[in-house]
């Protein structure tokens, strides 16, 4: 089967997953969102109870299975699309994404699916590490107070009201971790594309995106 691989990656609430998975409807493409696997990792590293600064107590990672499969994200069989997106997970995500062990299991298992069909992944490594040769990258940013208003929007939305200063805050610190730790860091790829999506739409910046597919497709010229 043909690859043709698109990469995204960018900050929080840059809009990674939300684009991806809309281009992927519509193009009939397969979507990866490897944030969801990373909170996976730790929604069971807590309910696990075990040491969350020692990279050996991961092992369980031996015998869980992870996976992505659309738009769902399991822990075996059981699927925890909400749990993952609780407070104490988002907390601790970009602690538990820094060990070298838990980024080599789940790179793992993303390389292998990147090699089926058309696929768009999303993350922070995607361009970099899992997808080094992809046939687009794109890299999205947005100012952190525009992304802080999108979360307080869904948490809204959600009945949660949370303060944007608080928000703007916790986005700032995972951003900071995410760029600056050993392993991957969140980082550009050199051949990637940045979008600015501050003050564009969602549509306006699916549609710029499906543009760039179809040009590195050569459907377009
Ligand atoms: O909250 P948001 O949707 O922006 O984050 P996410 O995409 O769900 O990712 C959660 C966390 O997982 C990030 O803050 C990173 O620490 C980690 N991550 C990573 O290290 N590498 C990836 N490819 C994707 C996510
Ligand atoms: O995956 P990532 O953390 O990069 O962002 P997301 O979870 O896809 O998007 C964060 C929030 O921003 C979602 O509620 C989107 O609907 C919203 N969003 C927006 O309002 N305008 C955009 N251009 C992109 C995302």
Redesign the pocket.
Known sequence: MAVFQVAIDGP??SG??TISKIIAHRLGMTHI????M??AVTLLAIENKIDLNDEASYRFLESAKISYHKDHIYIDDRLVEADIRGKLV?EN??LV?SFPYVRKKLVEIQKEVAQKGEIIMD????GTVVMPNANLKIFLVADVLERAKRRQQEKIKKGHDVHLDKLVEEIMI?DQ??STRKESPLRKAEDAIVIDTTALSIEQTVEKIIELIKKAKGEIK
């Not at 969102?33 to 969801?36: C, E, F, L, R, V």
């Not at 993350?123 to 995607?126: E, L």
Request: hydrophobic content about 20%; proline content about 0%.
């Open positions: 929080a609430g990674k997953s969102d490897t944030g969801a990373y909170r988002t995500v970009s994404s993350g922070r490594d995607i995972r971790k995410d």
